[in-house]
């Protein structure tokens, strides 16, 4: 698990590609990107059918366009959402403050779960439509349209995955001694190599002087002034 607020490293620190794609939430996100592009490729390049008697072109489910339409619209929003927050992973790492932090957690979570929402009624729509559905006998466009009906049922679990691991990111967080401030005192950070200044205790003033400073006395003495006589 993440070190950090809200599952930051050091801020600052050098981008490392080879954490990032060891991440849990970042294999959920290429996986759900590669979800998203089998549901609206399939529907794309064999949703749409020509029969001979007919010019016109019409959806495989049931003959519904809304149904393609659902799932095209649905496929390149989560398409393009899977890559802002890839990007945003890629930067996360470099946010210091712990407030944007926080927001970048509870967007993701929010964002997860409403997705996981829409492919599960993207799902049950395509589901329905093509059950009901004349030309699901047909043998052209019949495997593309059960693909993008499978890979929104797995869409749903791994856009659920991600919101439950960006809610665990934010509980840690929550637990965080990194919360409570943006900035630290670094006298009294620990980790500093060096101890903080302690100002030097002067002891009771017994002279009643107001712990005033007081020049020490010199090791040599004037010499006096004049000449001196000497004797041999």
């Given at each position: 698990?993440?070190?950090?607020?809200?599952?930051?490293?050091?801020?600052?620190?050098?981008?490392?590609?080879?954490?990032?794609?060891?991440?849990?939430?970042?294999?959920?996100?290429?996986?759900?990107?590669?979800?998203?592009?089998v549901v609206f490729g399939s529907i794309v390049n064999e949703g749409?059918?020509?029969?001979?008697s007919e010019s016109k072109e019409f959806c495989i489910y049931n003959r519904n366009p809304n149904a393609c339409g659902y799932g095209v619209t649905v496929g390149v929003l989560a398409f393009l959402t899977?890559?802002?927050?890839?990007?945003?992973?890629?930067?996360?790492?470099?946010?210091?403050?712990?407030?944007?932090?926080?927001?970048?957690?509870?967007?993701?979570?929010?964002?997860?779960?409403?997705?996981?929402?829409?492919?599960?009624?993207?799902?049950?729509?395509?589901?329905?439509?093509?059950?009901?559905?004349?030309?699901s006998l047909l043998n052209e466009g019949t495997d593309a349209a059960r693909a993008a009906i499978a890979f929104s049922f797995f869409s749903i679990f791994t856009w659920a995955g991600q919101?439950?691991?960006?809610?665990?990111?934010?509980?840690?967080?929550?637990d965080s001694a990194l919360f409570s401030q943006d900035y630290m005192d670094p006298s009294q950070d620990s980790s500093m190599p060096y101890a903080p200044y302690v100002e030097p205790?002067?002891?009771?003033?017994?002279?009643?002087?107001?712990?005033?400073?007081?020049?020490?006395?010199?090791?040599?003495?004037?010499?006096?002034?004049?000449?001196q006589s000497q004797g041999y």
């Open positions: 698990m993440e070190g950090g607020a809200y599952g930051a490293g050091k801020a600052g620190g050098a981008f490392d590609p080879y954490t990032l794609v060891r991440q849990p939430h970042t294999i959920l996100r290429v996986v759900s990107w590669v979800f998203s592009i749409y059918l020509n029969s001979p899977c890559l802002l927050y890839l990007a945003l992973d890629v930067y996360f790492p470099q946010i210091s403050s712990v407030k944007d932090r926080k927001k970048a957690v509870l967007s993701d979570i929010g964002v997860s779960a409403f997705w996981a929402f829409l492919w599960f009624v993207g799902f049950c729509y395509l589901a329905n439509q093509w059950q009901v559905s004349k030309d919101a439950v691991l960006a809610f665990q990111r934010y509980q840690i967080g929550a205790s002067t002891g009771p003033d017994t002279a009643g002087m107001g712990g005033t400073y007081q020049q020490p006395a010199s090791a040599f003495e004037p010499e006096p002034q004049g000449y």
